[in-house]
C-alpha cells in the first residue's frame, strides 16, 4: 500500500494546470476528507454548510448503463458530516465561480442543486477523475479516509498551510 504524505499532494495539486481547477479541487477534497469518488461525484452544492463549513455526506452516485444513479452510500456509517479547513473551502467556492461561467456559456442553470464536479449537461462519471492520473484516487480516499474524521475539526483548520 502506497501512502501520500502532504508534501506529495501539494506537488501533484501543483503540476495540475490552473485552468483545471476541477481537477485540483476533486483531489483535494479526497485527500482531504476521505470521501470515495462515489460520494464526491454526488455531491451537490446544497451540501456543504456554509457557515460550519462542513459536507453533509448522504448519498453516492455512478453511472449504471449510462445513467446517473444517485442512492444512499455503502453503509448507514457513511453517512456523515465532515469539517473542511479554509483553504478547501476557498479552492470549493472558486471552483463554484469558474462553473458558474462556464454553464453560463453552456447555457446551463446553475444552483444549489448542481453537482460540485459536473462541468457539462449531465453529471460527471467518476472514470474522468481516475483516468486523469496513472495511479488511483480510490488508493488515496483508501489510505487517508480513516486520518481525518470529521471530530477533529482543529486538525482541518492546521491542515490549511499544505497547499
Not at 77 to 106: A, C, G, H, M, T
Request: hydrophobic share 35%; with cysteine.
Amino acid at each position: 500500500m502506497k501512502f501520500w504524505r502532504p508534501e506529495e499532494l501539494k506537488k501533484f495539486i501543483n503540476l495540475i494546470p490552473d485552468d483545471q481547477v476541477i481537477f485540483k479541487t476533486f483531489y483535494a477534497l479526497a485527500f482531504f476528507t476521505g470521501m470515495r469518488c462515489g460520494e464526491m461525484s454526488a455531491l451537490q452544492w446544497k451540501d456543504i454548510d456554509r457557515i460550519l463549513m462542513e459536507i453533509d455526506v448522504r448519498k453516492s452516485a455512478t453511472y449504471l448503463n449510462k445513467e446517473f444513479i444517485v442512492t444512499l452510500p455503502k453503509t448507514k456509517n457513511s453517512i456523515r458530516r465532515i469539517s473542511i479547513n479554509r483553504k478547501l473551502f476557498s479552492l470549493l467556492d472558486y471552483w463554484r465561480e469558474k462553473q458558474e461561467d462556464l454553464f453560463k456559456k453552456l447555457n446551463i442553470l446553475h444552483s444549489d442543486e448542481s453537482y460540485i464536479f459536473q462541468y457539462k449537461d449531465t453529471p460527471s462519471s467518476k472514470d474522468i477523475f481516475s483516468r486523469k492520473i496513472k495511479y488511483s484516487v480510490k488508493t488515496t480516499i483508501d489510505v487517508y479516509g480513516h486520518l481525518y474524521p470529521n471530530k477533529q475539526k482543529e486538525m482541518t483548520d492546521k491542515l490549511d498551510d499544505l497547499f
